[in-house]
């Protein structure tokens, strides 16, 4: 029989370690992507992820099933790359959550939507141009579309994770999906070649 | 139902978590209104855009690093409850601090009392010659008196009129 969540953090902290190894093979990768998605660095996301787990561990013995577990460990995920994000800027003016995300980049270059992209762009580059347009979101739209996007999470959960209600959940991933619409144009208008029918619709 | 009030709905309508009702909501506005029609379907285009952002892997060492970090944990043990609390240990020493303080206070307060006692002790005593002293000096008879001689004036000189009163 497959032990949920809880029940297996209900038995690490009943002191069964092998529980938790279950719990960190099942939850590395997603948490490892958020962060890298959040953070933009894969040493700091790896350094982050670890930090999860080990806070995941040190609340063990006062760990209780008031909530899903995805939705504890992607909140704890979520407070420790925020403020991963704010001490990287350096001590700047205080950055709220809502406010846009303060790129140390080149702004990015949105091509003209009529123009047309290479057909020969590798999908490196495009891959490049999404992952810098989610980056370009401000911080809680873009935790708002990691998890609804990529993490596919309740709408109840993500708002339990960015502390608002359920309506106002939505009307942030709107606006974040509409920001991407427009800033990822000339790539919503013309799929990657050969990538189109691959896809499975959403 | 208004463009606006579908935004709200819309990104539930396409991935399929709204209810029967709003749904039926969302398709009848989509049916009337081309923008919000085109809007959707740039929607569901950009939804599968996203999908090309890679995964990266966790590297090799990820587990074994997080059992390091882990192990490196300070492990409870028997003895645990003696070593106080740090917030415990604070308290108890301001505790400490303020007994001390207080303790101390009225020792402090005698000091600073004890000299003004002394003072007024000793303002007590030579009160009849203060009352001479002011007597002397208010007399009007002794200003038509001449100025005394231009000669240095001496301890006994200066002690005249405390003996003479």
């Given at each position: 029989?497959?032990?949920t969540?809880?029940?297996?953090?209900?038995?690490?902290?009943?002191?069964?370690?092998?529980?938790f190894?279950?719990l960190?093979?099942?939850?590395?990768?997603?948490?490892v992507?958020?962060?890298?998605?959040?953070?933009?660095?894969t040493?700091?996301?790896?350094d982050?992820?670890?930090e999860v787990?080990?806070r995941?561990?040190?609340?063990r013995?006062?760990?209780?099933?008031?909530?899903?577990?995805?939705?504890?460990?992607?909140?704890i995920a979520?407070?420790?790359?925020?403020?991963?994000?704010?001490?990287?800027?350096?001590?700047?003016?205080?950055?709220s959550i809502?406010?846009?995300a303060?790129e140390?980049?080149?702004?990015?270059?949105?091509?003209?939507r009529e123009?047309?992209?290479d057909?020969?762009?590798?999908?490196?580059?495009r891959?490049e141009?999404?992952r810098?347009a989610?980056?370009?979101?401000p911080?809680?739209?873009?935790?708002?579309?990691?998890?609804h996007?990529y993490?596919?999470?309740d709408?109840?959960?993500i708002?339990?994770?960015l502390?608002?209600?359920?309506?106002?959940l939505k009307?942030l991933?709107f606006?974040a999906y509409?920001?991407?619409r427009?800033?990822?144009?000339?790539?919503?208008?013309?799929p990657?070649?050969?990538r189109?029918?691959?896809?499975?619709p959403? | 139902?208004k463009?606006?009030?579908?935004?709200?709905?819309l990104i539930?309508?396409?991935?399929?978590?709204?209810n029967s009702?709003e749904?039926?909501e969302?398709?009848?506005?989509l049916?009337?209104?081309a923008?919000?029609?085109g809007?959707a379907?740039?929607?569901?285009?950009?939804?599968n855009?996203l999908?090309?952002?890679?995964l990266v892997?966790?590297?090799?060492?990820?587990?074994?690093?997080?059992?390091?970090?882990?192990?490196?944990?300070?492990?409870?043990?028997?003895?645990?409850w003696?070593?106080p609390?740090?917030r415990?240990?604070f308290?108890?020493?301001?505790?400490?601090?303020l007994?001390?303080?207080?303790?101390?206070l009225?020792?402090?307060?005698?000091?600073?009392?004890?000299?003004?006692e002394?003072?007024?002790?000793?303002?007590i005593k030579?009160?009849?010659v203060l009352?001479?002293?002011?007597?002397?000096?208010?007399?009007?008879a002794?200003?038509?008196?001449?100025?005394?001689?231009?000669?240095?004036?001496t301890?006994?000189?200066e002690q005249?009129?405390?003996?003479?009163?």
């Amino acid at each position: 029989m497959v032990r949920t969540d809880v029940q297996l953090m209900l038995d690490v902290k009943g002191g069964d370690d092998s529980s938790f190894d279950l719990l960190l093979v099942k939850y590395r990768r997603p948490l490892v992507n958020f962060l890298f998605r959040m953070v933009r660095d894969t040493a700091t996301a790896e350094d982050l992820a670890q930090e999860v787990f080990l806070r995941v561990y040190r609340a063990r013995k006062q760990y209780s099933p008031s909530a899903k577990f995805t939705t504890w460990i992607f909140r704890i995920a979520t407070n420790l790359a925020l403020n991963s994000l704010r001490d990287n800027r350096h001590r700047q003016l205080d950055v709220s959550i809502d406010e846009p995300a303060q790129e140390d980049e080149a702004p990015l270059q949105v091509p003209a939507r009529e123009m047309r992209i290479d057909d020969q762009m590798v999908e490196r580059d495009r891959a490049e141009f999404i992952r810098r347009a989610i980056a370009a979101l401000p911080e809680k739209q873009r935790v708002a579309v990691l998890l609804h996007k990529y993490e596919e999470m309740d709408y109840s959960d993500i708002a339990k994770i960015l502390e608002c209600s359920e309506s106002a959940l939505k009307s942030l991933l709107f606006r974040a999906y509409e920001t991407l619409r427009v800033r990822l144009a000339p790539l919503v208008t013309q799929p990657a070649a050969g990538r189109a029918e691959e896809r499975r619709p959403s | 139902m208004k463009c606006e009030d579908v935004s709200k709905e819309l990104i539930a309508y396409l991935d399929r978590r709204s209810n029967s009702a709003e749904r039926e909501e969302v398709e009848a506005h989509l049916i009337e209104c081309a923008a919000c029609r085109g809007r959707a379907e740039e929607f569901r285009k950009l939804w599968n855009v996203l999908d090309e952002a890679p995964l990266v892997e966790p590297s090799l060492s990820f587990d074994a690093k997080v059992r390091q970090r882990i192990a490196a944990e300070p492990r409870p043990s028997w003895f645990r409850w003696l070593v106080p609390q740090p917030r415990l240990a604070f308290s108890m020493a301001l505790l400490v601090a303020l007994s001390i303080w207080l303790a101390r206070l009225p020792q402090e307060n005698m000091a600073t009392v004890a000299p003004n006692e002394q003072q007024q002790f000793e303002m007590i005593k030579d009160l009849g010659v203060l009352e001479n002293y002011e007597v002397l000096t208010k007399f009007d008879a002794l200003s038509e008196l001449p100025p005394p001689a231009a000669k240095p004036a001496t301890d006994q000189d200066e002690q005249k009129p405390d003996g003479g009163a």
